[in-house]
């Protein structure tokens, strides 16, 4: 153990190396929950299949980036990643679950080249700094909104697209109707109270304190519990039959079967070859940034960076555990999720001394472990894994301070990168905004010279994708 993790030569012990790992795993565990309840609501696969998917694919990325990099630090279907699948890719675009599927495939593929090549420098560097910053926050503007949605709080409306749901009780609200929305109101308080006090797991703790709220409080509603268990099965292995039937392997037996797609009045052949395009570029876009960021932020919160040969701070093993992520996000695309990243939660586990790849192989075994746990995690409720979303949301919006608002070739491009997200539902638009923007922007004051070669190519195709697929 010593000789794979090189436990002292980083100054820790097998001892400070499992509780980092445990609480990582504390950290982020909520995602076991929140990410199955988003696939459930495509209707096409069960939140059974999603949960063993979800625990199978954070344990491979974990375990992964624990060997390939020594890293603490660990993996799991990314917050926002899993949004603009559901809800841009599904939803908004039209695509099978087996389709979106395919993208995230060639993401991992694309990710893996491009690791290998040393060719994700030459992407990363083709954004404009305004728009790599402001995509954490928008996808976290994004997020929370999902969060609101599926509380209740915030819900449609005829005459401003949404607004607050009612809280009269005098008039159409009830006590049924109201209750779930405080439940997730006291959830994201207890996050954010607990979070305060430093107490690790606090995102954890809270969704699970919220969903015993609820059932209490369901003992005041009328005929609250009529059918409670109707088809909730008991055996933690029939979701591994649902993953095996639902899950597994659609990628392939059903992911490049785009007749669906194309039987929608106004999409052709020519915009499906452009969405897809767009869509795998907008995934791995995402997932490199993420990733990227992630990496660095939790290494430096820990005192992990190393100087390379130019003097500047860079992460240990970045290439690995690059790699890593690729791997894993191809592997999940197999299990049926998501693109699989490195979560920022895995900080907590460096702040309790994790240093080395032993923390993850701790938080991977944990995730194992959850896996059989799935007939208790169903009965979380929306309404408490909701305030989870809204509070990663604020996580995700710290990042703005790091936008210089005062030039307007800048905050113009990253404004419109952040709000054009949340505004119209959709990631990849919000990207194809901050990008267009930058580059009119750029133009016209004279700056043309700026401009990255690949910026131009990057936003020619998603100016494309506007007037051919939209």
């Known amino acids: 153990m010593e000789k794979l993790f090189k436990l002292s030569e980083r100054n820790t012990t097998v001892r400070t190396e499992i509780v980092a790992g445990v609480t990582t795993f504390m950290a982020m565990a909520y995602i076991l929950m929140v990410n199955p309840g988003m696939f ?67 993401d991992g593929l694309i990710f893996v080249l491009l690791t290998i090549t040393g060719l994700r420098r030459l992407i990363f560097n083709a954004i404009p700094a305004e728009v790599k910053a402001a995509i954490p926050a928008g996808i976290g503007m994004f997020i929370a909104f999902l969060g609101l949605q599926n509380a209740g709080l915030v819900v449609n409306d005829a005459a401003t697209c949404v607004n607050l749901a009612s809280f009269n009780l005098l008039g159409s609200a009830t006590w049924a109707s109201i209750m779930p929305m405080l439940v997730t109101i006291g959830a994201l308080i207890g996050i954010g109270v607990l979070s305060k006090k430093g107490v690790k797991g606090a995102i954890l703790i809270s969704i699970l304190a919220a969903a015993v709220v ?97 003097g500047e701070d860079e992460v240990p093993n970045m290439d690995k555990a690059m790699l890593a992520d690729a791997i894993a996000t191809t592997f999940g695309s197999l299990c049926g999720t998501s693109t699989v990243t490195t979560f920022v939660e895995a900080s907590s586990g460096v702040a309790a001394g994790g240093r080395t790849g032993l923390a993850a192989m701790v938080t991977g ?49 990253a404004f419109l990168t952040m709000t054009m997200m949340p505004f119209t539902y959709n990631i990849s638009y919000g990207i194809a905004f901050g990008l267009i923007s930058s580059i009119i922007v750029r133009v016209a004051t004279g700056e043309t010279k700026k401009i990255n070669v690949g910026t131009w190519v990057i936003a020619f195709l998603f100016t494309a994708m506007f007037f051919l697929t939209h």
């Open 214 to 310: 609820y059932y209490l409080l369901g003992f005041t509603i009328p005929g609250f519990y009529d059918g409670f268990m109707d088809g909730v099965s008991l055996n933690p292995f029939a979701a591994f039959g649902a993953f095996a039937t639902e899950a597994f392997g659609k990628v392939f037996t059903e992911g490049l079967d785009f007749s669906a797609y194309l039987a929608v009045e106004g999409h052709s052949v020519s915009g499906l070859i452009l969405a897809f395009v767009t869509t795998s570029l907008a995934f791995c876009m995402v997932d490199m940034f993420d990733t990227m960021g992630t990496l660095y932020g939790a290494c430096r919160g820990g005192d992990l960076l190393i100087k390379n040969e130019r």
């Open 40 to 106: 459930a609501e495509l209707g096409t696969v069960s939140y059974g299949a999603m949960y063993i998917s979800t625990g199978l694919s954070a344990v491979v990325g974990t375990v992964l980036i624990g060997l390939l990099a020594n890293l603490p630090l660990a993996q799991a279907p990314g917050m926002g990643l899993n949004a603009f699948f559901v809800y841009t890719v599904c939803f908004g675009l039209g695509f099978s679950y087996a389709n979106a599927l395919l993208f995230v495939l060639v």
């Open 365 to 413: 075994g944990l995730f194992a472990i959850a896996l059989f746990l799935s007939p208790l995690a169903a009965l979380i409720p929306a309404c408490a894994y909701a305030a989870a979303l809204v509070y990663v949301g604020i996580l995700m919006i710290g990042c703005v301070k790091d936008i210089d608002w005062s030039d307007p070739a800048v905050a113009l491009p």
